[in-house]
């Protein structure tokens, strides 16, 4: 039965993915008439102006440059034009400091104001004005103070990273059954041996969900923070062909930022798993 | 003039405006005595030409006198006893060659538009290597980035707009930080575009309510358009509006019908044409013939602490300008900054702007070649006529000693420092009137010229 939902739901997929290709397609052929111009002057101009193209692309001129750009994923042109494997792995490089630093911080930070319903109260106002704040809000600050447009990118991940860990955190410590701190108390568990052998067992798939938001949201600061700073990085990769008004590049960076977000975020998740456990 | 006219042709005004009073404007006079500079065979010849030039402006400070001298002796008698009293050719050595750079390894941002062309260029055609230098020229997003960027020190000199560094050395809109221009990247190379729609509206009386951008509040453009909208009656704060939007957003913006036009740089200009969603009104040339419009600039403390690095840069640079401002070069040099690592444009677009031969959106086919042109001098005229607009659009308030800022940022530190490193007294002014509109500029006399504005933000 699951297998038959499977291969139904595989195939709804493919359609749909079809009708949406189909629907694309028809929708950018190029409809505008075509207006009479000198050669001379229809020489000097582009496509959209002389034979009525689109000016979005079409999903064959997407799959075509696509390809070109998975046949030399890692070339380097010099500092401002760099393969889109480089430029990938700039930001993942980039996220994973960034994602780390933030994890370093939020855990063992939640886990203490989680241990204190006093502080948890009162830092709570805090977190929740800092949270909702956009990575490009951050930005100029961050550069202004640290001086180094890398840094600022990576301290912007940093901070914008940092609070769904927190709150997560700051929760499922908070949220152990007292059941279960009670019986620890009875055998006359040491508070540290209570912390990791009770707290964080019954915390982790609550951080762990705290986590993957985080990276999900670390990944959509990427492109931001990178377009803003520029050098390398795929949101710099957008920013630049945006510039040449390359709409058809700017669409395969948008899928390749869909993929790497997915991947990253089954990863988190296949963790969020293995610290699952039944009630 | 340009610096690499040729400087003992009797003819030749080395003040740009007309001086002999024939003709209505400098553009006029050039036109009518049909002056041109010889391409100069050599690289030592040309800086001999910029030598010579810079003497002969020295001891000749008016034109008349120095074309009388020329008529009467010959220009070839002149260089001998020029050469007499100076060592041309001794100053022409040390100009070509200065101390080793105290560091080889620069970085020089850019924002990706034709302006930067010298900048660019220098890169892959060799202008740096050439000087000693191996700088890697870094692409950024946008004039707040690039203005941060180089005060903190990631860029060691950048491409900014010409009135950055003047507004970065008085403290608008950042820490006031002392900057230097040692040379203009280009003169003219600008243009308003009006989205397609609007052909038949080609008076700007009938602009008012549309909607304009520019790329960046302290910049040429802003000023140009402001002055050009204020000439014909609009008054640029209340009658529009103008928006400062990043260059690559503009013909985005103009295609989604956001903004009804703008004053860009080019390749933007042509890219909306060539995309076709807008056509060329104006050149900006056809403002004000010989404009500026963005510098190569530095901060104080790197020409401090760098001096033969930030010289052997600015030699590459003006080295390159002089390439640039060669018609014949144009095509190669637009296929060299094409490529992603630079411009990322399409090379037909790119040719367009730079030799001059362009579609106007009209259906019709152009040609100025002076469309763009690259020029390094930087006039000091051009600083006090850029803090002029900065008073008369409210962006300074209270005094301002316009000469002293001038002098301090541009040609302050880099033109003089050469020029005296070479033995020689630098010019006594770098003031040169011109006419913006057909309306001449005293540089002598900044604030009756903005008194002479009847529109202007009331201060």
């Given at each position: 039965m699951t297998s038959s939902l499977r291969l139904r739901a595989g195939l709804v997929s493919i359609v749909l993915l079809a009708a949406f290709l189909g629907i694309w397609h028809l929708a950018t052929r190029s409809t505008a008439p075509v207006t009479t111009m000198s050669p001379e002057y229809a020489k000097l101009m582009g496509l959209t102006a002389t034979?009525?193209?689109?000016a979005m692309p079409g999903p064959l001129d997407v799959g075509a440059k696509l390809w070109e750009h998975l046949k030399r994923p890692f070339y380097d042109n010099g500092p401002n034009d760099k393969g889109l494997g480089i430029q990938l792995a700039y930001s993942i490089a980039r996220v994973g400091t960034g994602y780390l630093l933030a994890v370093l911080v939020a855990i063992p930070l939640g886990f203490l104001i989680g241990m204190s319903p006093l502080l948890s109260k009162a830092l709570d106002p805090f977190i929740q004005v800092l949270k909702p704040i956009s990575p490009l809000a951050w930005m100029p600050l961050a550069l202004y103070t640290i001086k180094d447009s890398s840094v600022s990118a990576i301290f912007v991940i940093f901070i914008c990273s940092i609070w769904p860990m927190l709150l997560n955190t700051v929760f499922g410590v908070a949220t152990v059954r007292k059941e279960w701190i009670n019986v620890a108390r009875t055998l006359e568990v040491g508070t540290v041996r209570r912390a990791f052998t009770v707290i964080l067992p019954a915390a982790a798939p609550t951080i762990l969900t705290g986590m993957r938001i985080s990276i999900g949201i670390a990944w959509l600061v990427i492109v931001a923070a990178e377009m803003l700073?520029?050098?390398?990085g795929i949101g710099y990769f957008v920013w630049n062909e945006w510039n040449n008004l390359s709409i058809t590049n700017v669409i395969i960076a948008i899928l390749l930022i869909g993929i790497v977000g997915m991947l990253l975020d089954q990863i988190l998740a296949r963790f969020t798993r293995m610290v699952t456990f039944p009630e | 003039m340009s610096t690499f006219d040729n400087p003992f042709d009797p003819d030749r005004n080395l003040r740009a405006g007309c001086v002999c009073g024939q003709h209505r404007s400098a553009a006029e006079h050039e036109q009518a005595t049909a002056l041109h500079c010889e391409p100069v065979a050599s690289e030592e010849k040309r800086y001999e030409g910029v030598v010579a030039s810079a003497v002969m402006r020295a001891m000749f400070p008016q034109d008349v006198a120095r074309r009388a001298f020329l008529k009467s002796v010959g220009a070839s008698t002149a260089l001998a006893v020029l050469s007499q009293f100076f060592p041309l050719k001794t100053a022409t050595e040390v100009f070509a060659q200065a101390g080793?750079?105290?560091?080889?390894d620069l970085k020089v941002g850019f924002i990706p538009?034709?302006?930067?062309t010298p900048i660019i260029m220098a890169a892959p055609m060799g202008f740096y290597a050439k000087h000693g230098l191996n700088v890697e020229v870094v692409k950024t997003a946008g004039w707040a980035v690039i203005r941060d960027k180089t005060i903190n020190k990631e860029y060691d000199a950048a491409h900014m707009l010409a009135p950055m560094p003047i507004a970065i050395s008085l403290g608008l809109?950042?820490?006031a930080i002392p900057f230097a221009v040692p040379?203009?990247?280009?003169?003219n190379g600008q243009g308003i575009v009006l989205a397609t729609k609007h052909k038949d509206k080609r008076d700007p009386k009938d602009w008012k309510g549309l909607k304009f951008a520019i790329p960046f509040d302290y910049s040429m453009h802003n000023y140009l358009l402001r002055y050009y909208l204020a000439e014909h009656g609009l008054d640029p704060d209340t009658d529009v509006q103008l928006r400062s939007v990043p260059p690559p957003e503009m013909v985005a913006n103009l295609r989604a019908d956001n903004i009804d036009g703008f004053l860009a740089p080019d390749n933007i200009c042509q890219r909306a044409i060539y995309d076709g969603v807008g056509f060329m009104h104006l050149l900006s040339k056809e403002i004000w013939d010989g404009h500026p419009c963005c510098s190569f600039a530095a901060s104080k403390e790197f020409i401090t602490s760098a001096p033969n690095s930030f010289a052997a840069l600015t030699r590459a640079i003006v080295d390159a300008t002089a390439y640039a401002s060669k018609a014949e070069n144009r095509k190669q040099i637009a296929e060299a900054i094409a490529p992603a690592n630079y411009i990322n444009a399409p090379v037909t677009v790119l040719e367009q702007v730079l030799t001059g031969t362009y579609a106007d959106g009209l259906g019709g086919v152009k040609t100025d070649p002076k469309r763009v042109d690259f020029d390094p001098f930087p006039w000091q005229s051009f600083a006090v006529w850029m803090l002029t607009q900065m008073k008369r659009w409210g962006q300074i308030k209270g005094d301002v000693d316009y000469k002293a800022v001038a002098e301090q940022v541009y040609l302050a530190t880099d033109t003089k420092k050469l020029m005296t490193e070479m033995g020689l007294t630098p010019p006594a002014s770098a003031y040169k009137s011109f006419a913006v509109m057909g309306k001449n500029f005293d540089p002598a006399k900044p604030e009756d010229y903005i008194a002479s504005f009847k529109i202007r933000k009331a201060s």
């Amino acid at each position: 039965m699951t297998s038959s939902l499977r291969l139904r739901a595989g195939l709804v997929s493919i359609v749909l993915l079809a009708a949406f290709l189909g629907i694309w397609h028809l929708a950018t052929r190029s409809t505008a008439p075509v207006t009479t111009m000198s050669p001379e002057y229809a020489k000097l101009m582009g496509l959209t102006a002389t034979q009525g193209k689109s000016a979005m692309p079409g999903p064959l001129d997407v799959g075509a440059k696509l390809w070109e750009h998975l046949k030399r994923p890692f070339y380097d042109n010099g500092p401002n034009d760099k393969g889109l494997g480089i430029q990938l792995a700039y930001s993942i490089a980039r996220v994973g400091t960034g994602y780390l630093l933030a994890v370093l911080v939020a855990i063992p930070l939640g886990f203490l104001i989680g241990m204190s319903p006093l502080l948890s109260k009162a830092l709570d106002p805090f977190i929740q004005v800092l949270k909702p704040i956009s990575p490009l809000a951050w930005m100029p600050l961050a550069l202004y103070t640290i001086k180094d447009s890398s840094v600022s990118a990576i301290f912007v991940i940093f901070i914008c990273s940092i609070w769904p860990m927190l709150l997560n955190t700051v929760f499922g410590v908070a949220t152990v059954r007292k059941e279960w701190i009670n019986v620890a108390r009875t055998l006359e568990v040491g508070t540290v041996r209570r912390a990791f052998t009770v707290i964080l067992p019954a915390a982790a798939p609550t951080i762990l969900t705290g986590m993957r938001i985080s990276i999900g949201i670390a990944w959509l600061v990427i492109v931001a923070a990178e377009m803003l700073v520029g050098g390398t990085g795929i949101g710099y990769f957008v920013w630049n062909e945006w510039n040449n008004l390359s709409i058809t590049n700017v669409i395969i960076a948008i899928l390749l930022i869909g993929i790497v977000g997915m991947l990253l975020d089954q990863i988190l998740a296949r963790f969020t798993r293995m610290v699952t456990f039944p009630e | 003039m340009s610096t690499f006219d040729n400087p003992f042709d009797p003819d030749r005004n080395l003040r740009a405006g007309c001086v002999c009073g024939q003709h209505r404007s400098a553009a006029e006079h050039e036109q009518a005595t049909a002056l041109h500079c010889e391409p100069v065979a050599s690289e030592e010849k040309r800086y001999e030409g910029v030598v010579a030039s810079a003497v002969m402006r020295a001891m000749f400070p008016q034109d008349v006198a120095r074309r009388a001298f020329l008529k009467s002796v010959g220009a070839s008698t002149a260089l001998a006893v020029l050469s007499q009293f100076f060592p041309l050719k001794t100053a022409t050595e040390v100009f070509a060659q200065a101390g080793a750079p105290e560091k080889k390894d620069l970085k020089v941002g850019f924002i990706p538009i034709t302006c930067a062309t010298p900048i660019i260029m220098a890169a892959p055609m060799g202008f740096y290597a050439k000087h000693g230098l191996n700088v890697e020229v870094v692409k950024t997003a946008g004039w707040a980035v690039i203005r941060d960027k180089t005060i903190n020190k990631e860029y060691d000199a950048a491409h900014m707009l010409a009135p950055m560094p003047i507004a970065i050395s008085l403290g608008l809109g950042a820490n006031a930080i002392p900057f230097a221009v040692p040379a203009i990247e280009n003169i003219n190379g600008q243009g308003i575009v009006l989205a397609t729609k609007h052909k038949d509206k080609r008076d700007p009386k009938d602009w008012k309510g549309l909607k304009f951008a520019i790329p960046f509040d302290y910049s040429m453009h802003n000023y140009l358009l402001r002055y050009y909208l204020a000439e014909h009656g609009l008054d640029p704060d209340t009658d529009v509006q103008l928006r400062s939007v990043p260059p690559p957003e503009m013909v985005a913006n103009l295609r989604a019908d956001n903004i009804d036009g703008f004053l860009a740089p080019d390749n933007i200009c042509q890219r909306a044409i060539y995309d076709g969603v807008g056509f060329m009104h104006l050149l900006s040339k056809e403002i004000w013939d010989g404009h500026p419009c963005c510098s190569f600039a530095a901060s104080k403390e790197f020409i401090t602490s760098a001096p033969n690095s930030f010289a052997a840069l600015t030699r590459a640079i003006v080295d390159a300008t002089a390439y640039a401002s060669k018609a014949e070069n144009r095509k190669q040099i637009a296929e060299a900054i094409a490529p992603a690592n630079y411009i990322n444009a399409p090379v037909t677009v790119l040719e367009q702007v730079l030799t001059g031969t362009y579609a106007d959106g009209l259906g019709g086919v152009k040609t100025d070649p002076k469309r763009v042109d690259f020029d390094p001098f930087p006039w000091q005229s051009f600083a006090v006529w850029m803090l002029t607009q900065m008073k008369r659009w409210g962006q300074i308030k209270g005094d301002v000693d316009y000469k002293a800022v001038a002098e301090q940022v541009y040609l302050a530190t880099d033109t003089k420092k050469l020029m005296t490193e070479m033995g020689l007294t630098p010019p006594a002014s770098a003031y040169k009137s011109f006419a913006v509109m057909g309306k001449n500029f005293d540089p002598a006399k900044p604030e009756d010229y903005i008194a002479s504005f009847k529109i202007r933000k009331a201060s």
